[in-house]
């Protein structure tokens, strides 16, 4: 029998526990959080008193989903970080608590390492390839943007990453521009369906090896916002669907072209993406389209895969599990970006 592993997950604002069985999904449960919608963002300490109020019904639903009893766990995994302390140190505390009460082992999961395996999780009835060693990561979300290579379940580089705001933080910071509600991504992506791409021109940034820079095509909006509102001041009203597909094929252009560039200087041709954004309609169209024409291998997850969810904190849990790097009830949470070769 496969070991069976409880992941839960509770780095920013959702609250997610899963169950494996060896790399086969029982169950996936997630509670979002409703309440920062109104704010326009993230309130840190909003987000740990609703993690602190679902912790304990999204796991036993987990469990109960599974079919499975406590005494069947093998390891709890535990999102380590990065995110954000107060919303880490609930999941790492019931994680301890669980652990001791149950006398198991626990494993620390950094949450990027989970987004970029989330591409090994089998479900039945669903059985899909799996990328291989090595490939490539696009890894995009309202906290991180990176290419990372992949030499296996346990080993990732970090080839470049951005030097200032995350994509999704673009997305969202457009939205926030646009008055178009938070989180943004979602709301862009959908309007841009409506709109023409070619329409208006933002600020490239021209940054050096397969780093990548969003600040500045956000502050070409702005300028752009600006000027053009001065002159008319219906100018969002009357332009939304286009100014929506222009800015986010431009965030697309600059992802791709790194990712292009990464491929071509590694010669790696199975390459992932994975993150919040990756459930963007045009980057998931854009990233086949350019496999097809580059010959790479793609693999696009699942929407219920991209945004931060438990069963990826099960999944990488599982691959330490099985080195056997397992943790001491001591581990603390970190909020900054862990480095991938702890
Ligand atoms: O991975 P994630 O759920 O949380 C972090 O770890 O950051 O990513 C959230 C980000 C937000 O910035 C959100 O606006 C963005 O993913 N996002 C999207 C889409 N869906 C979510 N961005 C563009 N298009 C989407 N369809
Ligand atoms: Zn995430």
Redesign the pocket.
Known sequence: MSEIILGIES????TSAAVLQGEYLLSNVMASQEVHRKYGGVVPELASRAHQQNILPVVNQAIADAGISLSDIDAIAYTRGP?LLGSLLVGTSFAKGLAISLDKPMVDVN?LQG?ILSHFIKQKGKEEPSPAFPFLALL?????SQIVRVDDYLHFEVLGKTIDD????A??KC?KLLDLG?????V???LAKLGDPSRFAFAKPQISGFDYSFSGVKTSLLYFLRDNIAQNENFIQENINDICASF?RTLIDVLMNKLVKAAKATGIKDIVI??????????RQRFVEEGVKRGWRTFVPEFKF???NAAMIAIAGLYKFRAGLTCGLDASPVSRALDFSK
Do not use: I, K
Not at 140 to 144: A, D, R, T
Not at 274 to 283: I, R, Y
């Open positions: 780095s920013c604002d959702d995110g949450h987004h995009v979300s309202g906290g991180h995350a994509v999704g933080e997305f969202d939205a938070y989180p943004g991504g979602p862009v992506d959908r986010q994975g993150g919040g954004v990756s459930a963007n309609s045009e980057l991209t945004t931060d």
